[in-house]
């Protein structure tokens, strides 16, 4: 099982921004495609952000325009970039190892971080 440190969630004010960060202890991270998923509870993870071993990225709609997924692969660490946070982003959020089209995710999922957006 893959190690990993998903932090930075927290609540917010609508409007609000956070920084997300996943950092992985594992060999061959640059290689990894990686995604930040969020799941509201009853309802099915969503992948809300993605990026390629070489820094392409792809939004859902309802996030794009507002979030940034970037990478540090010195530090094996992923980021997602939050802002103009709006009522419906909360949720847990969790990043994890993707591959294919459509991106599935492979790694076991970790413990997340919170984000509840409210005023």
């Known amino acids: 099982q893959v190690q990993r440190v998903e932090s930075g969630g927290g609540l917010v004010q609508p409007g609000g921004s956070l920084r997300l960060s996943c950092a992985a202890s594992?060999?061959?991270?640059?290689?990894?495609?990686m995604g930040w998923y969020r799941q509201v509870p009853g309802n099915q993870r969503e992948l809300a952000a993605s990026?390629?071993?070489?820094?392409?990225?792809n939004y859902a709609d309802s996030v794009k325009g507002r979030f940034t997924i970037s990478r540090d692969n010195a530090k094996n660490t992923v980021y997602l970039q939050m802002t103009s946070l709006k009522p419906e982003d909360t949720a847990v959020y969790y990043c994890?190892?993707?591959?294919?089209?459509?991106?599935?995710?492979?790694?076991?999922w970790g413990q997340g971080t919170q984000v509840t957006v409210s005023s």
């Open positions: 594992v060999i061959g991270f640059r290689v990894m495609a």
């Open positions: 994890n190892r993707i591959i294919g089209v459509p991106a599935q995710p492979i790694w076991d």
């Open positions: 990026i390629t071993n070489g820094g392409v990225t």
